[in-house]
């Protein structure tokens, strides 16, 4: 499909999504983020893609929800048309993983579309912040509940409620971002990291992201259940016949998705 708003290649099993209106640092209006669930949604259902990275220009990954659109919408608009709902349902529909990679701001929307990935690779200049106490609004689609479960709720309440930004090094140090690298490093290092999903099984890839999302979802016993009862599950693949095999055999395993 083409789109406006984003660029999408795959390559080697990885879909690479790169977020492109740089004329206002990548701001999620509802083209953007239209056309970026639609995007995730093809990737997801492709047989060639094993991995997708999201990513945005050097300068940012995206400045927030476009403010612009917003500016002029009533509550009878947002509450209506349930503003935001719709991406965050769409994305966290998405089954194989997703990749943030990171370079310059990631804020409001931008912080907290990286959020909805499954891990977020930073690149040293990364600014991330949840600045909407600026506008006159708080965050919308995850920064005052997804941050809080990344960071804990004092730097969420400082970052909520100061709308100061973090550098990488602090969202490291936060437990928000997986690892920094250098930025000219940023999407060699999301497509290594992207690949050796890649090489994985993808039933087992695909169980594994259930299961640790289960946990910001469930109580600890009833998750540590759901984990049991899948990987219990997982003896009824021959990936875990093939896996197990080719360690007792000191060879590569070769994984078929079965
Ligand atoms: N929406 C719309 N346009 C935006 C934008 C946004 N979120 N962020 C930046 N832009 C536009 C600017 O208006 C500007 O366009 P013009 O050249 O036409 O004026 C262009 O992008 C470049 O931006 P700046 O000139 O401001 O660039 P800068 O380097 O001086 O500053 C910045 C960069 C600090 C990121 C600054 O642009 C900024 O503060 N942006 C807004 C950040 C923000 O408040 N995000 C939260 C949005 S609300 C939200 O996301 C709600 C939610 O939870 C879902």
Do not use: W
């Amino acid at each position: 499909m083409a789109y406006e708003t984003i660029n999408v290649e795959v390559q080697d099993h990885v879909c690479l999504i790169k977020l492109n209106r740089p004329e206002a640092l990548n701001a999620l209006n509802s083209e953007l983020l239209t056309e970026l669930c639609a995007a995730l949604e093809e990737a997801d259902a492709s047989d060639k893609v094993r991995c997708i990275i999201l990513t945005g220009s050097e300068k940012a990954f995206a400045a927030g929800a476009d403010i612009k659109e917003m500016s002029e919408m009533s509550f009878v608009d947002v509450f209506t048309n349930n503003l935001f709902a719709d991406t965050n349902d769409r994305i966290a529909a998405i089954r194989k993983p997703i990749i943030a990679a990171v370079a310059g701001y990631a804020l409001g929307g931008g912080c907290e579309v990286a959020m909805m990935c499954d891990f977020i690779i930073a690149a040293d200049t990364a600014k991330f912040g949840q600045p909407e106490i600026n506008l006159g609004v708080i965050a919308g689609m995850g920064g005052s509940q997804r941050l809080t479960r990344f960071v804990g709720k004092s730097k969420s309440m400082d970052m909520n409620l100061t709308g100061r930004f973090m550098n990488a090094e602090e969202a490291e140090r936060a437990g928000l971002v997986s690892r920094v690298v250098p930025a000219k490093k940023l999407l060699d290092e999301a497509t290594a990291a992207a690949q050796k999903i890649a090489e994985k099984s993808l039933l087992t890839a695909m169980a594994a992201k259930e299961a640790v999302n289960r946990s910001y979802e469930l109580p600890l016993s009833e998750g540590m259940l759901f984990e049991r009862r899948v990987f219990h599950s997982m003896f009824a693949t021959e990936d875990q016949k093939e896996g197990m095999a080719a360690f007792l055999e000191k060879r590569e395993a070769q994984f078929r998705d079965k």
